[in-house]
């Protein structure tokens, strides 16, 4: 398995012996969103998913002690706060989440793995429709958490907005499993629907992978292996020996 992060700066240095050696040896690939190329229609089922009449002023969707980091995070972006009128609340989180962004989703592991298995079978636990769909079904005061969840996560980065990166680099677990459970994943119901629940519906596509293939390599955002949620700690649930390799 591969703990993956979707966005990284330009000319981020990543891929360790190690790494290059899964990404060539393995014999399939199966990655959280296997149609992150179709650019076109993701953004398409965006627009349809994210708009709604009458949403009112994002403003109104966060506590007052979050409204002066909202209206800031919606300056840096440019974004005329007309445009939220009809924007869900939890599409606005995914659009603010930029403001923070520290890299490019060009440069995302996820994208480089996929373009290396051109020639090999490629598999996703999800259709980008679906994993938009997520975000829809959740309830409206979910969405607000998430949302507040998404300028906490903002605020908490102006200080250091490569820790999380650099983390990933450096293969810093106690850190990443810390941004499991704050930020966006701080409220319970927004995190069981987007990391507890979706790992659980992974699991039985992961063993039937592990079944069939010799090499199988699963690709997913590493937020989805660690701690006793994660994939690593079911595998291990399931009998299986999972063991940390060094770069």
């Given amino acids: 398995m591969l703990g993956t992060i979707h966005a990284l700066p ?26 992150l190329s179709d650019t076109q229609g993701i953004a398409e089922t965006f627009a349809s998913l994210a708009t709604s009449p009458d949403q009112g002023s994002l403003s109104l969707r966060v506590s007052r002690d979050h409204q002066a980091s909202l209206d ?24 603010l989440a930029r403001a923070g962004a520290v890299g490019k989703t060009r440069n995302g592991v996820d994208r480089y793995v996929m373009s290396r298995f051109r020639d090999r079978k490629v598999y996703g636990f999800e259709l980008a429709q679906q994993q938009l769909g997520i975000f829809d079904k959740l309830a409206e005061e979910d969405q607000r958490d998430l949302l507040e969840g998404t300028i906490e996560e903002w605020r908490a980065s102006r200080d250091d907005p490569g820790r999380l990166t650099r983390a990933w680099l450096e293969g810093d677990e106690a850190t990443l499993l810390e941004a499991t459970t704050t930020g966006i994943m701080a409220d319970p119901e927004v995190r069981d629907a987007l990391l507890v629940q979706r790992n659980a519906d992974w699991l039985p596509t992961i063993l039937t992978h592990l079944r069939d293939a010799e ?32 770069n």
């Avoid at 699963?218 to 940390?244: C, F, Q, S, W």
């Fill in 215 to 246: 090499r199988p390599l699963i690709a997913v955002g590493v937020a989805h292996l660690v701690g006793p949620d994660g994939l690593k700690n079911m595998l291990e649930n399931e009998g299986y020996t999972v063991t940390r390799m060094a």
């Fill in 72 to 95: 800031a995070m919606i300056d840096q972006l440019e974004i005329p706060r007309t445009q939220f009128y009809e924007t869900e609340t939890w599409a606005a989180a995914i659009m």
């Fill in 10 to 35: 330009d000319g981020t240095d990543w891929q360790t012996p190690a790494i290059r050696s899964v990404i060539e040896d393995a014999d399939r690939l199966v990655v959280e969103v296997v149609n």
